[in-house]
């Protein structure tokens, strides 16, 4: 059986394709993240009021444990997986699936969960 660990910081629902919850995935204390770079290059007035824009370049993934276990998903950002594209962790990696044809809401249209997972090509 693959063990799924959540290296977000959120608890993660799963349902099934009828809308029943079938998993819930606590977080698991550690968060992948990308480490980013911001500068403020121009300004864009609204308002009145004169309102930054920053350029953001993305560095390094901290938070990974130090190598990836065999039977192991790690359940990330789209941005932590975007950046481990093409390395020995792409294998392990998923994304939640948040495409409106795959999440689930409440009735205030707050997201509850997912019904799957992504891999990003």
Known sequence: MTKIVNLTPHHLNV???????????????????VDTIKRVKEYVEVEGHKVPISYVTYTQVQG???????????????????????????KYLIVPDTNPDSVVRDDAGRIKGVKGFLRID
């Open 15 to 33: 349902f099934d394709s009828e809308g029943n919850l079938i998993a819930s995935i606590p977080p698991s204390g550690t968060v992948a993240r």
């Open 64 to 90: 990974l444990p130090p190598y990836p276990e065999d039977d192991t998903l790690y359940v990330v950002s789209n941005i932590v997986y975007s950046r481990l594209k093409g390395t020995k962790w792409e």
